[in-house]
């Protein structure tokens, strides 16, 4: 995938809310860095990243002093200690954009961000490789229950998810596809190897539920 980042910068420019911003985009960046990797990829750079700052209008009226704000927030990512490697071997290249919504103001700029998705759609790890359409099936039927609000998906009602599809997975089949879903980003799967492997459809729990899970391995969280 090619992953498109969007900073607040009306946010990240406000004293009061500046560590919430900032804190949101580190998250983001870190999850991409993270749970979509692909460790066969011979790249470093994969999976691509672009930056977009928005919320520009709200900030300045002067698009030089929109471009310079912009400018300090992209050097105050670089100079993260926990995000140098991120920004050098991922972040692509990086747009601010004023009045997100209004296309018309906008369409030189999105032509721009449209040619350089193509020109680095070939760091994708997998670029050009054929992925089984029963997988991609699979996964589209994830989306519903996301959309519903739902949070995590235990394995039995993966099974269940799958066993209504037209064409569906074989379960030898599921662990492949468990593995499939680091590489897509959109959704995380834990304990892919073990007997109860489940897949977070809300990728912002992903954080939380790291920490809660090595809270429960360390010993420091007992079930009553």
């Known amino acids: 995938m090619v992953f498109i980042v969007v900073l607040d910068l009306k946010m990240c420019t ?8 900032y804190g949101i985009t580190e998250q983001w960046l870190k999850n991409i860095a993270t749970y979509a990797i692909d460790d066969s990829a ?21 698009r030089e002093e929109q471009e310079a704000m912009f400018a300090d927030v992209l050097q105050t990512l670089h100079d993260n200690p926990t ?23 906008n369409q030189d700029t999105y032509e721009v961000m449209w040619q350089r998705i193509l020109d680095i759609s070939h ?14 099936d699979l996964q589209h039927e994830l ?8 949070i995590v998906l235990t394995y039995e009602e993966l099974l269940h998810v799958n066993r209504n ?5 074989k ?20 304990n892919v190897h073990g007997n109860s492997p ?27």
């Open 198 to 224: 489940f897949v977070i459809l809300q990728s912002q729990w992903t954080s939380f539920l790291d920490l809660f899970f090595f809270r429960v391995k360390s010993g420091y969280i007992t079930f009553m």
């Open 42 to 62: 011979v790249d470093a750079r994969t999976p691509p990243v672009i930056l977009v700052g928005s919320h520009l209008d709200q900030v300045s009226s002067d």
């Open 14 to 21: 406000d004293p009061e809310r500046l560590a919430a911003g």
């Open 165 to 169: 599809l037209p064409m569906p997975l």
């Open 123 to 136: 760091l994708q790890s997998r670029w050009k490789k054929p992925v089984p359409s029963r997988l991609t």
């Open 171 to 190: 379960e030898d089949e599921i662990k492949d596809f468990l593995q499939n879903l680091k590489l897509n980003g959109s959704f995380h799967r834990y």
């Open 83 to 105: 995000l140098q490697g991120i920004m050098v071997n991922h972040v692509q290249d990086a747009f601010p954009i004023a009045n997100l919504f209004n296309s018309t103001i």
């Open 143 to 150: 989306v519903r229950p996301k959309h519903q609000g739902v």
